[in-house]
C-alpha cells in the first residue's frame, strides 16, 4: 500500500517526527522489488521504528515499511527470517524448535532488519553471532545473497561492502548447545529497569570502552532533566522518553545537551545508537 504525506510519529517508538513524502508497505519481497525498479527517489527503510528518529521536516523521500515481511520457516536447523519479523517473534521460534542462543532477542524491541543493520545485542549477546548468510536488496530492485563476510561487523555497527542494499532477510544457526538466558528472567530484568510502556527508543547512546552511558548521564546529574517534551528517564539514564509532545528538535536538543554535559564531566565522547534522519 502507497500513502503520500505520512507522519513518522505514527511509526517510530518516539511518536515524534514528520512527514514522509511516500509511505509504502510491501506485501512480499516481490512488490518491494517492483516498487524499487520504479523508484527515483531516496528510500528509508523502517520496522518498528525503535531506533530512529525523522526531524520534524520530514523526509523526501520514499519511506519503506517492512511490517507485511515477515515470514519464517526453519531447514536443516537453519532458521529464516524476513526482515519485518519481530525480535520477540524469532526468539519465539526458535525456542519452540528447540534452537537455543536467541533467547536474547526476546528483550530487544525492534525488528530483524533494524536489528541487522545495527547488530543489535541484550545481555552480552549480539546478533551478528548467529548469522549464516542475508539476502539484500539494492536500489534498483535485484535481489542478492551475501555472505557475513560480506559486512565488518562491530560493536553496534555493520558496514556493508556493497553500497545501497538493504538487508531482505536473514540465515540464523542458533547453535547453542542450551539456553544461555531465560526468557521470563530476561524481561523481568528489562521490565525492572527500562521504561516500558513509555514512549522511548530504547539505548540513546553506545556504551564508550569501559563505561556504560547510563552511568555517565546519571553522574552528570542529568536524570529527570527536559528540553520541551522530552526527557531523560528516572528509571534509566540512557532513555529519552517523550514526555509531553515532545518535537524532533526538543529529543535531539535534548541529546545533544547530553552528549556536551557528559564530555564536559567525564572528557567522554557519547555516541548516539539511535539513527536521525
Not at 520496522?47 to 515499511?65: E, K, Q
Not at 507485511?68 to 525456542?95: D, M, V, Y
Amino acid at each position: 500500500m502507497l500513502k503520500y504525506n505520512e507522519p513518522m510519529s505514527k511509526h517510530c517508538s518516539l511518536r515524534s517526527g514528520g512527514l514522509t513524502r511516500e509511505f509504502f508497505s510491501p506485501k512480499n519481497a516481490s512488490e518491494l522489488s517492483e516498487f524499487l525498479s520504479d523508484n527515483s527517489k531516496q528510500v528509508l527503510f523502517i520496522g518498528l521504528g525503535s531506533n530512529l528518529l525523522i526531524r520534524d521536516h520530514g523526509f523526501d523521500g520514499a519511506t519503506i515499511h517492512t511490517k507485511h515481511l515477515k515470514e519464517l520457516a526453519i531447514s536443516e536447523g537453519i532458521i529464516e527470517a524476513e526482515s519485518g519479523t519481530t525480535l520477540a517473534k524469532l526468539s519465539r521460534f526458535a525456542q519452540s524448535n528447540n534452537k537455543h542462543g536467541a533467547e536474547f532477542l526476546s528483550a530487544i524491541p525492534g525488528s530483524v532488519g533494524g536489528a541487522l543493520a545495527m547488530n543489535a545485542g541484550a545481555f552480552g549477546s549480539e546478533i551478528w553471532q548467529y548469522v549464516v548468510s542475508v539476502q539484500t536488496i539494492n536500489l534498483t530492485g535485484k535481489i542478492q545473497q551475501r555472505k557475513k563476510t560480506d559486512f565488518v561487523i562491530d560493536y553496534r555497527s555493520v558496514s556493508h561492502k556493497h553500497i545501497d542494499e538493504f538487508f531482505l532477510s536473514a540465515r540464523f544457526d542458533f547453535n547453542l548447545k542450551q539456553q544461555n538466558d531465560d526468557v521470563r528472567d530476561l524481561l523481568e530484568k528489562r521490565n525492572s529497569t527500562q521504561p516500558i510502556g513509555l514512549p522511548s527508543c530504547g539505548s540513546v547512546f553506545k556504551n564508550p570502552n569501559g563505561n556504560y552511558a547510563a552511568e555517565l548521564i546519571e553522574a552528570s546529574g542529568l536524570k529527570g532533566f527536559c528540553v520541551g517534551g522530552a526527557c531523560v528517564s528516572e528509571k534509566h539514564a540512557n532513555y529519552i522518553i517523550n514526555h509531553d509532545n515532545a518535537t524532533a528538535a526538543d529529543i535531539e536538543n535534548l541529546i545533544n545537551h547530553i552528549q556536551k554535559t557528559v564530555k564536559s564531566l567525564h572528557n567522554i565522547e557519547l555516541e548516539t545508537e539511535i539513527i536521525i534522519i
